[in-house]
């Protein structure tokens, strides 16, 4: 067994440690909207619920490690004192993982990830109309827990409406726990899903991915790519050239075959099982080429 004080470890080193050992946590898809009316939508999943009477959702944005500024989120809630918790379930968890990349203030990150915004009836923040549960909450407090890079800051968020699909209720109006199917954060690129157990999303770009509202159109209303699909689509920082499309048909005898028939089922289900093997860029090549 190893031991060590946390005062022995950089913050990433002990962060990496929590996250490995503390899990599976659940998902706050917060949204938040600044003083100038500008959506923002971000996920973190030092969350969970902590009372109910009065209902209480606390997450917690850190400061960043390595120049110790704030989320927009936490500018946002200490400004607006308003945010609606959207409930992550596996049909939009790569939509999610898109939005965690840190675009610049004012982009909507709604419109990046490809999902729709809902007005709220409580609040300001708009809802995620895809999420399964939406919690429009009034901000009562906010928590500092330190002044250096990591340090969390706890948004005890207190619960004025909730929104519930029929989709995942059960005969009795409750909560069903497979139709909810969610998914929870682990160490890693690691997450959990309540139904079948754990899988790997790989982190969004340190660079800026180009995000859903930048893929062509043709591909975006698809029949056959899920919003998950067209998530990883989305988390590329350039989209393949028309070389790098050419080369990669004239090598590839079946999608040549795949091709001449002409059938965009057919071709987008290929492009579907790329993206099933985290391969992307042939994903994005077999969709281009058609």
């Known amino acids: 067994m190893i031991s060590f004080l946390p005062e022995e470890l950089t913050t990433p080193k002990l962060h990496g440690y929590l996250l490995g050992a503390v899990g599976p946590r659940p998902i706050a898809f917060a949204s938040t909207i600044d003083t100038n009316g500008n959506p923002n939508l971000s996920p973190f999943s030092f969350f969970n619920v902590f009372s109910a009477n009065p209902p209480i959702l606390i997450f917690s944005p850190a400061l960043r490690v390595r120049n110790k500024t704030t989320k927009h989120t936490l500018e946002n809630v200490l400004a607006t004192k308003e945010v609606v918790i959207n409930i992550v379930n596996y049909d939009i968890v790569q939509q999610m993982s898109l939005s965690s990349t840190e675009y610049g203030e004012g982009i909507n990150e709604f419109k990046k990830a490809g999902l729709t915004m809902l007005k709220s009836d409580k609040v300001t923040p708009y809802r995620v109309a895809e999420s399964p549960v939406q919690f429009e909450c009034k901000v009562t407090k906010v928590e500092a827990l330190g002044e ?16 519930i699909h029929n ?11 497979h139709k909810i199917d969610q998914v929870a954060r682990m160490g890693g690129n690691w997450y959990s899903r309540a139904n079948l157990g754990m ?3 790989p982190k969004p770009l340190s660079s800026l991915g180009i995000g859903i ?3 062509p159109e043709r591909i975006r209303i698809s029949k056959i790519l899920t919003g998950n699909d067209l998530g990883m689509l989305g988390n590329v920082e350039q989209i393949p050239t028309n070389d790098e499309v050419a080369n990669f048909v004239s090598s ?6 795949l091709l001449s028939g002409g059938e965009r089922d057919q071709i987008e289900l290929k492009a579907q099982e790329y993206l099933k093997n985290n391969d992307v860029l042939s994903a994005w090549k077999v969709l281009l080429a058609h």
């Open 167 to 177: 989709s995942i209720l059960d005969e009795k109006g409750s909560i069903d726990q």
């Open 148 to 163: 250096d890079g990591g340090a969390g800051n706890l948004v005890f968020s207190e619960v004025v409406k909730i929104h």
């Open 252 to 257: 590839q005898i079946e999608i040549r075959t």
């Open 199 to 201: 899988f790997e999303v």
């Open 213 to 215: 509202d930048q893929i």
